[in-house]
C-alpha cells in the first residue's frame, strides 16, 4: 500500500512523476532487453557484427547502454543507430495502456520520463490537457520554479533529436559523468530537492534509472522522501534505500515483463487518488432522497431503541410515514401512499400482509391508534419518533462535528462556505456508499447476486471522485484524509453513525426485496455449510488485532445459529504460514529492533501481520510483557501445529479434507487440476497471483462446493440435511473466474449483517466498524493504533527526540543548506512512530558527509602527495641538470688547460687585461 504522505502529495497537485520503461511496454512498445536483441539481430542481419561473443556478453550482463556503442561503432554512424532504433522501437501492436490511463488521470504537476515515446502526452490530451514538452537542454531547466505545472521533461531527450538522445554508454557519461553535462546534473538535483516524487515503471536493473538515482539519492533528505514503484529489488535494496537516502520502494513482481501487478497496485490506489477530471468508469451517484435516509435511520434505531426482542421490521418506517403526512388519519388502503413507504409496497401479496401486520402491532403498542377504519399516530408514537429523530441528528452533528474538527487540523483556516460544502461532500459520500453496499448485500443474501468488487469496498473510489469538486487542490487533500480519518478511525459517535446509517441501508433494502422478511430466519443456518476462508480464520486466532472482537462474535453468532463450520487443510496451511511468520520474524530480529518497527507500521514491502499487531496492542495494555507471553496467551498448550490447529476445533470450525468426503474419487483430483488452472489464469490477469497454495485451495473449494451441492459429496459425521453451501471469504476470484455457475462466495460483512438483522439480535457499532475494516484491510489498507503503538515503541521514540537534540548541531554544520532548512519544524510534523526512521536518516547523511569529507581528504592528500613527488622529482631533475653542466664546465676547464692554443690565448688575455690597468 502506499504511504499516505505520497497519497496527499499527489492529491495536492504539487507531485512530479518520474517514468520509466514500464507503462511503455504496456502499451506495446519493446522493453530494454527486447531492443537490445532485437538490434543485436538486424546487425546480424546486415553483417554489421565485428564481434559476436561482446555482444553475447553485454547482452547477458543487461549492460544495453555499452551494446549500444558497440553498436554505434560497427554501424560507422550515429545517424544509422538512431534510424535503426527508431524502426525497432515502435509497437508492432499498439495496446491500450491501463498504467498511463491512471497516471495521466493523477493530478500530477508535471511529468518528468526516460523514455523516447510521446505516450504521456497522448494520453493527457485525451482527458484535453495540453502539457509542454521540453527535453535536457539547459535551457529546459529555466521553466522549474515553484508553482510550475503542465510540463513533462523528457530526461534523454528522443529520436527526434540525435545530438541530445541518451543511448549509448557514451552519452551517458556525457550527461551524468563529464562536466558537459554538468549543467544537468545540478538543475536535476535541483528539482529533486523542490519538488516531492514519484518515481514509477522502472526496474532496479533499468539503465535509464541507474543514473537518475544516483542523483536522487543525493537529494532525498528525512524531511523529504522519494517514493518509487520498482520491480525486482531486493530486501536488503529496501532497507538501504530507505535508511540511507529516505527512498521508500514499493515492490511488484515483474517475473514476465508485463508489469500487470504494477497494474493491479496503481488500480488498488486509485481508488484513494482525485482525478485530474470526473472520468471514472463509475455509476454517478446522486444524492440520497431525504425521506430515504430517514427510513434507513430509522429502521436501525428503532431496533435500538426498542430492544433486543423487536422483531417488526416494518413499524418504524409506518410510524415515520404516519408523523409526517398531512392528514392526521389514513386508511389502510392508502397506507402505500406514504413517500417512506413506496419502496416496500408495490402491491405485492407480501407487501400488503407486511403492512396490516404491522400497523396491527403498533396499534396494540399504543403508538397508533384505529378509529372508523383509519390510523393515526398517537402522542406516544409521535414521541418515539421523534426521540430516534433526536438521536439521528444528535448523532449526525456529533459525526460530522468532528470530521469538520480533523478538516480544519489537516487544512487550517477554512471559510464556512468552504466548510459547508465539504461536509455536504462528506455525507453525501457515507449515505451513498453504504446504501449501493446495502442494496448489494442485501441481493446477495436474497436474490442471489454477486456483489462486485467495485459495489462493497469502492467507498474509497467515491471520496475521490467527490473530491474532484473542490477545487483548492490542498483542501482536496485534506478533505480526503478526514473522510477517510472517518471511516477508518472513527470516534465513538462517528462509529454509531456510521452504524446506524450502514446497518440501516442494509435492513432498508432487506425490506425492500422480503418486506415480511420471511427469510431472514435463524433455522436457514441449520442447514447451510459454511467453508471459511485463511482471512476469515486469522482474526479469530491473532488475539488482541485490530478486528480480533468482531471475528470473535461473528464465529460466536454462527454457532448460537448452530450454523455448520469448516475449513480446508489447505487454507489451515495459510493461516499457519502467517503465524509461523510472526514467530520466526520476531524471533530473527527481535521486538526493539528498528526492522520489528519497519514491520509493524508496515514499511516498504511489508505488509500488516495480524498477530504482530495483536502483540503490540495487548502489550501497550500491560496485557503481555513479551512474544512469549502472547503465544502463550493463545496457545495454552503449545505453539505447534497440533495446538494451532485446536484453537480453531474449540471455536466449532472443523478442518475437512476434500479427499475425506464421502463420494470422493481419484479421478476427481483431475476435476481440481482444472480448476487450479482457470484459477491461475484469472489471478495472473488481475495481477493477484500469489503462490501454487492459494490456487490449489480455491481449486478445491470449488471442487467440494459444487459436488456438495450436486449431492456426489456428503460430509462425513454430518447427519443434518444440508441446502445451502457457501465460502465465506474476502477474495471473489471463484465469483469472477466462474460466472456461469450459481454465487458460492459470501464476504464476512454480509455474514455479519445478516446475522445482526436477525430477531432479536443488536448491531454492536464498534464490533461493525471492525467488521468493515476487515474489508478495507484485504482492499490493501493497514490499520496502526497510533496510541498503543506509540506506548509500545516509546523507548525508541524517546531515544530518537534525544539523539536528535544531539545530532542536530552536527547535522546542520556538516551538510548544504537544502537538507537542513527548516529541520525542527520537520521533525516536530513527523509522527512519533515515523521519527526514529527521520533520526536514522540523519546518521546515515551524517555518515555519508564524513565519508566524502574523508574520500576528499584522500583524494587532496593523495593529490598533494603526487604535487610533492612531482616537485621532488622536478627538483631533482633540476639538480642533476645543474651538475650535469657542472660537470662539463670542470671537464671543458681542464680540457682547456691541456691545450697550448688555449693556454697562449688565456696569457694573452691577462697581458691585455694588465696593460689596461696601467693606464
Not at 144 to 156: E, T
Not at 293 to 309: D, H, I, K, M, S
Not at 558 to 574: H, S, Y
Amino acid at each position: 500500500m502506499f504511504d499516505k504522505r505520497l497519497i496527499r502529495a499527489i492529491n495536492n497537485g504539487r507531485c512530479f512523476v518520474l517514468v520509466g520503461s514500464g507503462p511503455s511496454c504496456e502499451v506495446g512498445y519493446p522493453s530494454w532487453h527486447s531492443l537490445a536483441e532485437r538490434t543485436c539481430s538486424e546487425l546480424m542481419k546486415i553483417g554489421c557484427v565485428s564481434d559476436n561473443e561482446s555482444y553475447k556478453k553485454l547482452l547477458e550482463r543487461k549492460k544495453y547502454p555499452e551494446l549500444f556503442r558497440q553498436a554505434e561503432r560497427d554501424l560507422g554512424e550515429r545517424s544509422q543507430l538512431i534510424d535503426l532504433i527508431h524502426k525497432l522501437i515502435k509497437p508492432s501492436v499498439k495496446v491500450q495502456g491501463v498504467i498511463y490511463e491512471l497516471i495521466a488521470n493523477w493530478p500530477f504537476a508535471c511529468y518528468l520520463t526516460t523514455n523516447y515515446d510521446d505516450e504521456i502526452a497522448s494520453y493527457l490530451a485525451e482527458l484535453g490537457e495540453h502539457f509542454t514538452i521540453i527535453r535536457n537542454r539547459q535551457e529546459d531547466f529555466y521553466s522549474f520554479r515553484d508553482g510550475v505545472s503542465h510540463l513533462i521533461q523528457k530526461l534523454h531527450s528522443d529520436l527526434n533529436h540525435p545530438n541530445e538522445i541518451v543511448l549509448t554508454s557514451a552519452d551517458y557519461r556525457r550527461l551524468y559523468i563529464n562536466d558537459s553535462g554538468q549543467y544537468f546534473r545540478d538543475k536535476l538535483r535541483q528539482v529533486f530537492e523542490m519538488f516531492d516524487f514519484f518515481i514509477i515503471g522502472h526496474s532496479l536493473s533499468d539503465p535509464d534509472i541507474d543514473s537518475v538515482l544516483q542523483l536522487a539519492r543525493k537529494t532525498a533528505s528525512p524531511q523529504h522522501p522519494i517514493y518509487m514503484a520498482a520491480a525486482d529489488f531486493t530486501k536488503a535494496d529496501e532497507q538501504e534505500y530507505l535508511e540511507k537516502y529516505n527512498i521508500v520502494l514499493v515492490q511488484y513482481s515483474n517475473s514476465d515483463g508485463t508489469h500487470s501487478e504494477l497494474q493491479r497496485m496503481l488500480k488498488t490506489v486509485n481508488r484513494f487518488i482525485v482525478p485530474r477530471y470526473r472520468v471514472r468508469e463509475r455509476i454517478e451517484t446522486a444524492a440520497r432522497p431525504k425521506e430515504e435516509v430517514e427510513a434507513a435511520t430509522a429502521l436501525f434505531l428503532y431496533r435500538r431503541l426498542q430492544g433486543v426482542q423487536a422483531t417488526a421490521y416494518m413499524s418504524p418506517i409506518i410510524l415515520a410515514g404516519l408523523l409526517s403526512t398531512d392528514d392526521n388519519e389514513i386508511t389502510k388502503d392508502n397506507l402505500a401512499s406514504i413517500p417512506t413507504l413506496k419502496a416496500f409496497t408495490k402491491g405485492e401479496t407480501n407487501s400488503v400482509e407486511a403492512t396490516s401486520e404491522a400497523i396491527i402491532d403498533l396499534v396494540n403498542q399504543g403508538l397508533v391508534t384505529e378509529v372508523a377504519g383509519k390510523f393515526s399516530i398517537t402522542e406516544s408514537g409521535r414521541a418515539k419518533v421523534q426521540e430516534y429523530q433526536a438521536i439521528r441528528e444528535t448523532e449526525k452533528d456529533q459525526a460530522y462535528g468532528q470530521f469538520c474538527l480533523n478538516l480544519k487540523n489537516n487544512y487550517g483556516v477554512l471559510t464556512d462556505i468552504q466548510l459547508e460544502k465539504c461536509q455536504r461532500l462528506a455525507e453525501e459520500v457515507m449515505v451513498a456508499s453504504f446504501a449501493n453496499r446495502g442494496s448489494a448485500i442485501a441481493n446477495q443474501v436474497f436474490s442471489g447476486q454477486s456483489a462486485s468488487p467495485s459495489e462493497l469496498s469502492d467507498v474509497f473510489g467515491l471520496v475521490s471522485d467527490k473530491a474532484a469538486e473542490i477545487e483548492d487542490m490542498g483542501l482536496r487533500a485534506a478533505f480526503v484524509e478526514a473522510v477517510h480519518q472517518f471511516l477508518v478511525e472513527p470516534s465513538p459517535p462517528q462509529r454509531q453513525y456510521l452504524a446506524s446509517v450502514s446497518q440501516g441501508y442494509f435492513l432498508y433494502h432487506l425490506l425492500g426485496l422480503d418486506p415480511k422478511c420471511c427469510q431472514v430466519r435463524q433455522d436457514i443456518f441449520n442447514r447451510t455449510f459454511w467453508l471459511n476462508d485463511s482471512s476469515v480464520l486469522l482474526p479469530l486466532t491473532a488475539t488482541g488485532c485490530h478486528n480480533h472482537d468482531y471475528a470473535v462474535e461473528l464465529f460466536q453468532m454462527l454457532t448460537d445459529a448452530g450454523a455448520i463450520l469448516c475449513t480446508t487443510p489447505n487454507l489451515m496451511q495459510e493461516a499457519w504460514e502467517h503465524f509461523e511468520w510472526a514467530v520466526r520474524f520476531i524471533n530473527t530480529t527481535g521486538a526493539e529492533t528498528p526492522e520489528f518497527l519497519r514491520a509493524a507500521v508496515v514499511k516498504g514491502s511489508y505488509k500488516q501481520n495480524l498477530f504482530i499487531d495483536g502483540y503490540i496492542r495487548l502489550s501497550a495494555d500491560g496485557r503481555v510483557g513479551s512474544f512469549k507471553e502472547y503465544l502463550e496467551l493463545i496457545f495454552p498448550r503449545g505453539f505447534d501445529r497440533a495446538a494451532f490447529e485446536d484453537r480453531f476445533i474449540s471455536s466449532g470450525i472443523s478442518i475437512q479434507s476434500i479427499s475425506d468426503m464421502t463420494g470422493f474419487v481419484q479421478d476427481d483430483w483431475g476435476e481440481i487440476e482444472e480448476a487450479k488452472s482457470r484459477i491461475q489464469e484469472g489471478r495472473e490477469y488481475s495481477g493477484t497471483y500469489r503462490s501454487s497454495l492459494q490456487v490449489e485451495s480455491e481449486a478445491e473449494i470449488w471442487v467440494l462446493i459444487n459436488n456438495l451441492r450436486s449431492g456426489k459429496y456428503s460430509i462425513p459425521g454430518v447427519d443434518t440435511v444440508l441446502e445451502r453451501f457457501y465460502f465465506v471469504s474476502q477474495s471473489r476470484v471463484l465469483d469472477i473466474v466462474f460466472q456461469e455457475e450459481a454465487v458460492s462466495t459470501w464476504t464476512p460483512e454480509a455474514v455479519y449483517r445478516y446475522l445482526s438483522a436477525l430477531p432479536g439480535k443488536q448491531t454492536n457499532p464498534d464490533l461493525l466498524q471492525q467488521c468493515m475494516l476487515n474489508e478495507y484491510y484485504y482492499a490493501g489498507i493497514s490499520f496502526i493504533d497510533k496510541d498503543r503503538y506509540v506506548r509500545f515503541f516509546g523507548p525508541s521514540i524517546d531515544s530518537a527526540k534525544a539523539s536528535y537534540e544531539k545530532e542536530k548541531s552536527k547535522y546542520v554544520s556538516e551538510l548544504e543548506e537544502a537538507y537542513t532548512r527548516n529541520l525542527d519544524e520537520s521533525f516536530d510534523k513527523t509522527p512519533d512512530l515515523e521519527k526514529p526512521f527521520f533520526v536514522a536518516q540523519m546518521g546515515w547523511r551524517l555518515a555519508e558527509a564524513s565519508e566524502q569529507r574523508e574520500e576528499l581528504s584522500r583524494k587532496r592528500a593523495i593529490e598533494a602527495e603526487a604535487k610533492v613527488k612531482q616537485l621532488e622529482s622536478e627538483r631533482d631533475k633540476a639538480w642533476k641538470t645543474r651538475e650535469r653542466r657542472r660537470q662539463e664546465q670542470e671537464a671543458a676547464r681542464l680540457r682547456n688547460l691541456q691545450d697550448p692554443k688555449h693556454v697562449r690565448k688565456r696569457a694573452k688575455q691577462a697581458k691585455k687585461r694588465k696593460r689596461k690597468k696601467k693606464k
